[in-house]
Protein backbone atom coordinates (compact mmCIF):
# COMPACT_ATOMS: atom_id res chain seq x y z
CA UNK A 1 0.00 0.00 0.00
CA UNK A 2 2.82 2.37 0.70
CA UNK A 3 4.33 1.93 -2.20
CA UNK A 4 1.34 2.52 -4.75
CA UNK A 5 1.04 5.86 -2.60
CA UNK A 6 4.56 6.72 -3.17
CA UNK A 7 4.27 5.86 -6.73
CA UNK A 8 0.91 7.98 -7.38
CA UNK A 9 2.71 10.80 -5.73
CA UNK A 10 5.43 11.19 -8.47
CA UNK A 11 3.26 10.05 -10.75
CA UNK A 12 1.34 13.66 -9.59
CA UNK A 13 4.40 15.57 -8.78
CA UNK A 14 5.33 15.65 -12.25
CA UNK A 15 2.40 15.37 -14.06
CA UNK A 16 1.17 18.47 -12.11
CA UNK A 17 3.33 21.29 -14.78
CA UNK A 18 2.31 19.77 -17.30
CA UNK A 19 -0.70 21.99 -17.55
CA UNK A 20 0.56 25.14 -18.68
CA UNK A 21 -1.62 28.38 -18.27
CA UNK A 22 -1.93 31.40 -20.38
CA UNK A 23 -2.22 34.60 -19.02
CA UNK A 24 -3.40 37.87 -20.85
CA UNK A 25 -2.86 41.29 -20.49
CA UNK A 26 -3.52 44.39 -22.36
CA UNK A 27 -1.31 46.98 -22.75
CA UNK A 28 -2.64 50.57 -24.29
CA UNK A 29 0.82 50.87 -25.94
CA UNK A 30 1.88 50.08 -29.62
CA UNK A 31 3.04 46.50 -30.11
CA UNK A 32 6.29 47.54 -31.28
CA UNK A 33 6.88 49.20 -27.73
CA UNK A 34 6.20 45.96 -26.07
CA UNK A 35 7.76 44.31 -28.28
CA UNK A 36 10.47 46.27 -26.99
CA UNK A 37 9.97 46.15 -23.34
CA UNK A 38 9.67 42.20 -24.23
CA UNK A 39 13.40 42.03 -25.33
CA UNK A 40 14.17 44.67 -23.06
CA UNK A 41 12.82 41.70 -19.81
CA UNK A 42 14.28 38.96 -21.19
CA UNK A 43 18.00 40.09 -22.02
CA UNK A 44 17.92 39.88 -18.68
CA UNK A 45 20.41 36.75 -18.26
CA UNK A 46 19.75 36.91 -14.69
CA UNK A 47 16.21 36.08 -14.84
CA UNK A 48 16.03 34.33 -18.10
CA UNK A 49 17.37 32.39 -21.12
CA UNK A 50 16.14 33.08 -24.38
CA UNK A 51 15.34 30.18 -26.59
CA UNK A 52 13.78 31.65 -29.53
CA UNK A 53 12.45 34.62 -31.23
CA UNK A 54 10.57 35.68 -33.97
CA UNK A 55 11.27 39.52 -34.72
CA UNK A 56 7.67 39.55 -37.48
CA UNK A 57 5.49 37.35 -35.29
CA UNK A 58 6.50 39.40 -31.85
CA UNK A 59 6.93 36.08 -30.51
CA UNK A 60 9.10 34.42 -28.24
CA UNK A 61 10.12 31.37 -26.14
CA UNK A 62 12.17 31.55 -22.90
CA UNK A 63 12.91 29.60 -19.48
CA UNK A 64 12.88 30.92 -16.31
CA UNK A 65 15.93 31.28 -14.23
CA UNK A 66 14.46 30.52 -10.68
CA UNK A 67 16.63 31.04 -7.50
CA UNK A 68 18.82 28.05 -6.18
CA UNK A 69 16.19 26.79 -3.94
CA UNK A 70 14.38 24.92 -6.72
CA UNK A 71 14.37 21.46 -6.43
CA UNK A 72 15.13 18.19 -8.78
CA UNK A 73 12.27 17.72 -9.52
CA UNK A 74 11.70 21.53 -10.01
CA UNK A 75 14.42 21.28 -12.40
CA UNK A 76 12.65 18.00 -14.24
CA UNK A 77 9.84 20.01 -14.77
CA UNK A 78 10.54 22.87 -16.01
CA UNK A 79 9.40 23.80 -19.36
CA UNK A 80 9.92 26.82 -21.69
CA UNK A 81 7.34 29.64 -21.38
CA UNK A 82 6.19 31.36 -24.72
CA UNK A 83 5.05 35.31 -24.69
CA UNK A 84 3.20 36.52 -28.32
CA UNK A 85 1.60 39.81 -29.04
CA UNK A 86 -1.33 40.98 -30.96
CA UNK A 87 -2.56 44.07 -32.10
CA UNK A 88 -5.85 45.02 -30.65
CA UNK A 89 -7.58 48.50 -31.40
CA UNK A 90 -4.72 51.11 -30.48
CA UNK A 91 -3.21 49.10 -28.19
CA UNK A 92 -1.35 44.91 -27.89
CA UNK A 93 -2.30 42.27 -25.79
CA UNK A 94 0.40 40.12 -24.44
CA UNK A 95 -0.12 36.43 -24.02
CA UNK A 96 2.15 34.50 -21.73
CA UNK A 97 1.60 30.82 -21.68
CA UNK A 98 3.17 29.53 -18.18
CA UNK A 99 3.81 26.43 -16.42
CA UNK A 100 4.58 27.82 -13.16
CA UNK A 101 2.35 29.91 -11.22
CA UNK A 102 1.60 29.23 -7.48
CA UNK A 103 3.01 28.45 -4.25
CA UNK A 104 6.66 29.47 -5.24
CA UNK A 105 6.51 30.86 -8.98
CA UNK A 106 4.43 33.60 -10.34
CA UNK A 107 6.51 33.42 -13.72
CA UNK A 108 3.55 35.16 -15.90
CA UNK A 109 2.73 37.50 -13.59
CA UNK A 110 6.75 38.64 -12.61
CA UNK A 111 6.98 38.47 -16.29
CA UNK A 112 4.02 41.21 -16.82
CA UNK A 113 5.47 43.31 -14.24
CA UNK A 114 8.80 43.70 -15.33
CA UNK A 115 7.12 43.98 -19.02
CA UNK A 116 5.22 47.22 -17.03
CA UNK A 117 8.69 48.51 -15.40
CA UNK A 118 10.36 48.49 -18.99
CA UNK A 119 7.39 50.31 -20.38
CA UNK A 120 7.57 52.94 -17.79
CA UNK A 121 11.07 53.61 -18.23
CA UNK A 122 10.98 53.96 -22.08
CA UNK A 123 8.06 56.58 -20.84
CA UNK A 124 10.46 58.36 -18.80
CA UNK A 125 13.18 58.65 -20.60
CA UNK A 126 13.72 61.73 -22.65
CA UNK A 127 13.91 61.33 -26.65
CA UNK A 128 17.32 61.07 -28.19
CA UNK A 129 17.91 64.65 -29.72
CA UNK A 130 18.55 64.51 -33.55
CA UNK A 131 22.02 66.01 -34.57
CA UNK A 132 21.99 69.50 -35.89
CA UNK A 133 23.89 70.17 -39.38
CA UNK A 134 26.36 72.93 -38.46
CA UNK A 135 25.24 76.63 -40.32
CA UNK A 136 27.58 77.31 -43.04
CA UNK A 137 30.30 80.25 -42.59
Known amino acids: MLRFAVAALLLFAFALPLHSKTHKVAYPNACGDVWTAVKDTLGNAENYTIKITDETRMIATYSVK ?15 NTVS ?8 DM ?43
Open 95 to 137: EVQSNYSGFEHNDAGDFAKRIGESLAKRKEAPPAETAKPDKPK
Open 85 to 92: LSPHGDGC
Open 66 to 80: HSAHVTLTGTLRQRP
